[in-house]
């Protein structure tokens, strides 16, 4: 299963994806913690030293070793049987978390990325070895990474927003985007919430079935995120309350 996290700036994306991967690998479930923003933050929220992090080579290192092995970029799209084992050196495993970092990030102004592109969807698409495993990526914010197309393939694209009419118009860019990559499920999770006034502002802007839940507004998750290494998946009374949106993407996928 491959769960994409994206929204707009800020909105809660990397809280949430931390979580899930917290909750799924509760159950036992070997978690593909995959951060596609530049910016690894969920790094920090799963706990992992930004020293440790920092010494991480990002996954498209990996991309001249497996063209010098299988000799040519076709077979970036049959790479399954050739990366099993070269990708623990660009993981961090904690417990049945494997965290990943994506690297790569087309810049504005700089040549095309193209090629890394491609590679980074064909590891993304070879990572579930077995059925159990789950695939979470916090993409960056907004729309960027829609166009880079890393997020292709992915099972369900969840959408997070937090109650404002900026976050509600970038999940509509998303949605669409998403939509043009092929994905089939997209879902939006209103974040942040704080009273029923926000909560129906999220829930006429978006049909029902579109909406996968609720998280609300958590002080003990807004304070923390002032400390230094403050992580997410210490946060329990948090983490409950998430445990329902893991069992719906569990009924949607
Ligand atoms: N449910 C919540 N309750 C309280 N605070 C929250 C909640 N969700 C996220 N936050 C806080 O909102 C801020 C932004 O969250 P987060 O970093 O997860 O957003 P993001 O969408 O990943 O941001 P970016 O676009 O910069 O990657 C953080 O300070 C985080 O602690
Ligand atoms: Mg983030």
Known sequence: MKIAVSGKGGVGKTTIAAALVKLFSGVNRRVYAIDADPDVCLAAALGIPDDITSELKPLVEMKELIYARTGGEDSYFTLNPEIGDVLDDFCICQDNIRYLRMGGVKKGGSSCYCRENAFLNAIVSALLLDKNDVVVMDMGAGIEHLSRGTARGVDLMLVV???????????????????????????????????????????????????????????????????SGSTITSKESFLRNLEYIQQKILNEI
């Open 161 to 227: 927003v937090e109650p404002g009419l900026n976050s509600v118009n970038t999940a509509g860019l998303v949605k669409k985007l998403a939509a043009d990559l092929g994905i089939k499920k997209v879902r939006i999770i209103g974040n942040k919430i704080r009273n029923r006034r926000e909560k129906d502002f999220v829930l006429k802007h978006f049909p029902e079935n579109e909406l996968l839940g609720f998280v609300n507004y958590d002080e003990g998750v807004w304070e923390s995120s002032m400390e």
